[in-house]
């Protein structure tokens, strides 16, 4: 397998998280003789101070010709001022659009060995798997019209929720075939009480649901899924919903693991998938090693597995995370006190790079027997 990799940084802590989910990708290469070709291109805020916007035409150039992009995070605070197409943010989303990425995994799984960093109960949380089906192209972040009006001396804002049924029916179709190679359960999320969109929303998933009837189809309001979430999680086994809901579950859905930081995502649908860790920039840790890179590094296998077709090198990477956790190691935002081995961002790269070539190991060994 040869792959072109555009690794796009970006601000805070996104070039620590990254470099060490680069490195995973090298270890994949060489155990299993693959070539990968990472190019560093800048975007969000570094962007803007190397090139006068979040989003260079040289980046976008070189990740449209690329296999799959690696991204970081963006965002600084201070280009917080700065109008709302010139800041960091921006860059993301018009890169996402530019892409085509309507799609936007998130998984969610609930790690036994790092139980007590849940604020859940133990037993509310064990055991949990949901994989967040995320709209990301529509909705409220990308509809038109919307903008800032100043009348009378009295400023005011808006924003447009638009969606149609060839959008819906497109992400639905992405959350009903996951899964079928899941627990066969979609629970589609909307506010078909109050807006006209959800009620399109909810009759258009309801209508794509008849070509899947094997999988089991619920609806859920949004505000009575948040709380769902919480009070239990193993009830979800796939979560279809728009935009904006999708973002707010998929941060909130965090207290599962215990950390944002452990979550990763798949943005895909184009020609070239997106991949990058839940977390944000946290420019308040940059450059101090206290970054918890698996969410990046478990970015990296969900690329093994949609831009690659590798599932088994993304299952190894996956496996080589949960072993490093089972065997004590933490990052700091994962330390509770336990006495667990708490590491810094590049140790923590090193144990899954050890971890991964130790499983990769035995796997050539038991197929060489």
Same mark, same amino acid.
């Given at each position: 397998m040869k792959l072109k990799i555009a690794v796009l940084a970006g601000d805070g802590i996104g070039p620590e998280v990254t470099a060490q989910a680069v490195r995973v990708l090298d270890a994949v290469a060489d155990q299993h003789g693959h070539t990968f070709e990472f190019e560093e291109w800048p975007v969000g805020g570094v962007a803007i101070k190397q090139e006068g916007a979040p989003l260079p035409a040289s980046t976008l150039d070189a990740c449209l010709s690329s296999n799959a992009v690696l991204l970081g995070a963006?965002?600084?605070?201070?280009? /917080?001022?700065?109008? =709302? =197409?010139?800041?960091?943010? =921006?860059?993301?989303?018009? !890169?996402?659009?530019?892409?085509?990425?309507?799609?936007n995994l998130r998984p969610v799984v609930s790690y036994e060995a790092i139980s007590e960093c849940s604020p859940l109960r133990p037993d509310i949380a064990r055991d949990a /798997?949901? !994989?967040?089906?995320?709209e990301l192209l529509g909705g409220l972040y990308f509809g038109q019209p919307r903008g800032l009006l100043s009348e009378a001396g009295t400023a005011s804002a808006f924003n447009t929720m638009r969606y149609s049924v060839s959008e819906i029916e497109r992400i639905a179709h992405v959350a009903f075939k996951a899964a079928l190679a899941r627990r066969q359960k979609v629970t589609s999320i909307d506010k078909a009480n109050v807006l006209e969109t959800s009620q399109l929303w909810r009759k258009v998933v309801t209508a794509v649901a008849k070509e899947y009837p094997s999988v089991t189809l619920e609806h859920l309001y949004i505000d009575a899924c948040a709380m769902h979430l919480i009070m239990n999680p193993r009830r979800f086994d796939v979560m279809l919903t728009e935009n904006l809901f999708g973002d707010i579950l998929s941060d909130e859905a965090a207290v599962i693991t215990g950390s944002l930081g452990m979550l990763a995502s798949a943005s895909i649908g184009g020609a070239v998938g997106l991949y990058e860790p839940v977390h944000g920039s946290a420019p308040d840790i940059a450059g101090r090693g206290l970054a918890n890179p698996l969410g990046a590094i478990a970015s990296a296998a969900l690329l093994l597995r949609h831009s690659a077709n590798l599932e088994q090198e993304s299952k190894e990477v996956e496996a080589a995370i949960r072993a490093v956790l089972n065997a004590g190691y933490r990052t700091p935002d994962l330390d509770r006190g336990t006495g667990k081995l708490v590491l810094q961002t590049s140790e923590m790269g090193s144990r899954v790079v050890e971890a991964f070539s130790d499983i990769a190991n035995e796997r050539h060994a038991y197929h060489a027997v």
């Open positions: 963006v965002g600084a605070p201070e280009h /917080d001022k700065l109008a =709302a =197409a010139a800041r960091p943010e =921006a860059g993301l989303l018009a !890169l996402r659009n530019a892409l085509g990425a309507y799609a /798997d949901i !994989l967040i089906v995320r």
